[in-house]
C-alpha cells in the first residue's frame, strides 16, 4: 500500500523537499507548510520549494519566509502537493534530478500519478485534508501546523461553501479549532483584505462585465493598462471572478487577464454542472470540476473569442448530464 510505503519513507529517510504548483494558493500553500513545519518538528531535512511569487495574503502563514523559490541542492524524497500534473510545478529540470523517489498527494480528478507513490484522494475537499489525516495521531499538530492546515482547507472550500465541502471537512476545522486556530483571523487575513488599488481596479474591471444571451456565461477582462491606472498588481485581481459567478442565472464565469508576457491568464468558475477543468484542459491548464484555470498565448480579444467558443461547447455537451 502506497500509504504504508510513505509512513516508512518518513520514518526512515533524512531530507525532503516538498512542492506545489506555480500560481500558489491557499491549499498549496498551506498544506507544504503544515508538512514542512511537521518534518522539521521531526528533525528530518525539509525545504518547501515553490517556483512563483507568494501572495502577499498568504504572507501570515507560519513558515513562508522558509520557502525558496529556486533550489540547487539534492533530497532523499520530492513530495509534491495538491499538483495534477508535473508541468504545472514549473521546474526548467526533469524532478527526478532533485531526488530519486517522487511522492505525489494530491485531490484533483485530472491527476497524471506521476509519482514512484501515488495518494490520491478525489473526495478529499483540499490536500490540507489530506496531510491532516495522514499526520493526525502521528505528530502533534502545534497551533503553527493547524493554522497551515485551517488555511488549506478553508480557501479549497470557499469557507466551507463550496461542493467539496463533506462533514468530514469541517470536522477536521472544528478539531483545528480546538488546536487554537481563530476562523475570524484566518478570514479576515485570507479573504477579507483588500488593498486600495484592488477596490480602483474593481471599478474598471466590473465595467468589463458581458453576459450571454442566454443569460448562463459571464465574463470580465483585465488589461495592463487597467492594472497600471490603478496601480494594482496581480494580488489584486484576486477573487474579482466570483462578481460574474454570483450572479443569478449565471452557470459558467471566466475572467481574462493580460501578463506583461503577452499571455492571457483564464480563471474558470462554474456553479451546478459545467467541469470547468474539461475546458481549461482544452487549453493544457487544470483545476476542479468548480474552479479551473489555463493560459492563451494570443491577444486578448481572440483568447476571449477561443475560451468562450469552449465554453459554449461544454455548456451544449454537458447540458444533459449533470455533474
Ligand atoms: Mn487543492
Redesign the pocket.
Known amino acids: 500500500m502506497d500509504i504504508a510505503r510513505f509512513y516508512n519513507l518518513l520514518e526512515n529517510k533524512l531530507s525532503f523537499m516538498i512542492t506545489s504548483h506555480v500560481s500558489p494558493d491557499g491549499?498549496?500553500i498551506g498544506s507544504v507548510l503544515a508538512l514542512t513545519l511537521a518534518l522539521l518538528k521531526n528533525e528530518k531535512k525539509a525545504v518547501p520549494v515553490i517556483k512563483d511569487d507568494i501572495p502577499r495574503k498568504y504572507k501570515f502563514l507560519p513558515g513562508t519566509e522558509l520557502i525558496e523559490k529556486d533550489i540547487s541542492e539534492t533530497f532523499d524524497v520530492i513530495i509534491v502537493l495538491?499538483c495534477g500534473d508535473i508541468e504545472r510545478l514549473g521546474f526548467d529540470r526533469q524532478l527526478k534530478e532533485y531526488g530519486p523517489i517522487v511522492v505525489n498527494i494530491d485531490?484533483h480528478k485530472s491527476n497524471s500519478y506521476f509519482g514512484d507513490l501515488n495518494l490520491v484522494d478525489t473526495t478529499a475537499s483540499?490536500?490540507g485534508e489530506m496531510i491532516y489525516r495522514l499526520l493526525d495521531g502521528r505528530v502533534e499538530l502545534d497551533y503553527d501546523i493547524a493554522l497551515n492546515l485551517y488555511t488549506s482547507i478553508i480557501t479549497?472550500t470557499g469557507s466551507i461553501k463550496y461542493s467539496n465541502t463533506t462533514p468530514l471537512s469541517i470536522r477536521i476545522l472544528a478539531d483545528l479549532v480546538d488546536k487554537g486556530v481563530r476562523p475570524d483571523y484566518v478570514s479576515r487575513q485570507v479573504f477579507e483584505m483588500r488593498s486600495p488599488a484592488s477596490i480602483k481596479l474593481l471599478k474598471s474591471v466590473l465595467s468589463t462585465l458581458e453576459i450571454s444571451a442566454d443569460g448562463k456565461v459571464a465574463t470580465l477582462y483585465i488589461t495592463q493598462e487597467m492594472l497600471k491606472t490603478a496601480n494594482a498588481d496581480e494580488d489584486d485581481t484576486d477573487g474579482m471572478i466570483n462578481y460574474a459567478r454570483e450572479i443569478e442565472g449565471v452557470e459558467v464565469a471566466a475572467i481574462f487577464r493580460e501578463t506583461d508576457d503577452s499571455v492571457i491568464k483564464v480563471g474558470l468558475r462554474s456553479n451546478e454542472w459545467v467541469d470547468v477543468s474539461m475546458i481549461a484542459a482544452k487549453f493544457n491548464g487544470g483545476g476542479h470540476p468548480r474552479a479551473a484555470g489555463c493560459q492563451v498565448k494570443l491577444p486578448l480579444k481572440e483568447a476571449r473569442e477561443i475560451v468562450l467558443k469552449a465554453i459554449n461547447h461544454a455548456m451544449e455537451d454537458s447540458g444533459e448530464r449533470r455533474n
Open positions: 491549499d498549496s495538491d485531490h483540499s490536500v479549497d
